[in-house]
C-alpha cells in the first residue's frame, strides 16, 4: 500500500516540477531560463524514479498488472 502512495507522490511531485517550468517560462525575468531548465530536469529526474519504483514494485510482486477487461 505504502507504494502505491509513493507513485501517486511521485506523480504529484512530477506535475508541480512541470508547473513550476511553466511559470518560470512565463515569467522570463532574470534566471528565468535556467530556472525552467532546473525544473524540467527535476522533471526528467522525477519521472525515472518513478519508472525505476514502478519496475521494482513490479518485481517485488507489490504490483500486479492487467488488462483493460480483467
Not at 505504502?2 to 515569467?27: C, E, T
Not at 532574470?30 to 519496475?55: D, N, V, Y
Request: glycine share 12%; net charge positive.
Amino acid at each position: 500500500m505504502l507504494g502505491k502512495y509513493l507513485v501517486v507522490a511521485l506523480f504529484i511531485a512530477i506535475l508541480l516540477s512541470l508547473g513550476s517550468a511553466l511559470y518560470a517560462m512565463l515569467n522570463s525575468k532574470k534566471g528565468g531560463p535556467e530556472k525552467t531548465a532546473r525544473a524540467l530536469t527535476l522533471r526528467i529526474g522525477l519521472s525515472l524514479g518513478l519508472f525505476l519504483l514502478l519496475l521494482g514494485l513490479f518485481a517485488s510482486g507489490f504490483i500486479q498488472p492487467h488488462g483493460v477487461i480483467p
